[in-house]
T-cell receptor, first 114, second 110 residues
Framework: DGGITQSPKYLFRKEGQNVTLSCEQNLNHDAMYWYRQDPGQGLRLIYYSQIVNDFQKGDIAEGYSVSREKKESFPLTVTSAQKNPTAFYLC?????????????FGPGTRLTVT | SQQGEEDPQALSIQEGENATMNCSYKTSINNLQWYRQNSGRGLVHLILIRSNEREKHSGRLRVTLDTSKKSSSLLITASRAADTASYFCATPGGSYIPTFGRGTSLIVHP
């Protein structure tokens, strides 16, 4: 099956701990994205990447970090510097950055920090 | 940075009725896309309409685009309980990054 996988589906962490969310795609897409979604809210862009070893900050990058060492993988680390990390995190990919393409989304990871 | 805004925020209808939701945006676009999100899941792409198109159909979905008014509408005909979900419009923002509104929450009662 082609698509995007995110793991784990649910994640619980204590305050002060860093946590890494996994995102893998086998669609051979160049562009990948991380969004954060809070209850009743839209999607806010955290980071995006259009090519291996390159990534750009989105609207709410503070307290987060990413890497793009492989085309198919774009993990997100939520650091202890993120003031309010509890949220639903969505990873997405797209065939290209420019041009008209649809986005493909993973199933999401719900992170709870206490 | 938010570009599109959906309206209404919430919509409750009976099975068999039509559901209409709207999206307004601020700057010129070359395409607009609609997505569906079931509770606790990722988004699923429904339909894409380009700026030179006025209307597009896909099954029970009908999307219109009025670039002069900077607005789009999504019509779901003969709604089913399975259509219960949140619906988002997405428009290209800076660096062609898709930006999403807060969505319309649709509940279809059986």
């Amino acid at each position: 099956d082609g698509g995007i996988t995110q793991s784990p589906k649910y994640l619980f962490r204590k305050e002060g701990q860093n946590v890494t969310l996994s995102c893998e795609q086998n669609l051979n897409h160049d562009a990948m994205y991380w969004y954060r979604q809070d209850p009743g809210q839209g999607l806010r862009l955290i980071y995006y990447s259009q090519i291996v070893n390159d990534f750009q900050k989105g609207d709410i990058a503070e307290g987060y970090s990413v890497s793009r060492e492989k085309k198919e993988s774009f993990p997100l680390t939520v650091t202890s510097a993120q003031k309010n990390p509890t949220a639903f995190y969505l990873c997405a990919s797209r065939a290209g950055l420019a041009g008209i393409y649809e986005q493909y989304f993973g199933p999401g990871t719900r992170l709870t920090v206490t | 940075s938010q570009q599109g805004e959906e309206d209404p925020q919430a919509l409750s209808i009976q099975e068999g009725e039509n559901a209409t939701m709207n999206c307004s945006y601020k700057t010129s676009i070359n395409n607009l896309q609609w997505y569906r999100q079931n509770s606790g899941r990722g988004l699923v792409h429904l339909i894409l309409i380009r700026s030179n198109e006025r209307e597009k159909h896909s099954g029970r979905l009908r999307v219109t685009l009025d670039t002069s008014k900077k607005s789009s509408s999504l019509l779901i005909t003969a709604s089913r309980a399975a259509d219960t979900a949140s619906y988002f419009c997405a428009t290209p923002g800076g660096s062609y990054i898709p930006t999403f509104g807060r969505g319309t929450s649709l509940i279809v009662h059986p």
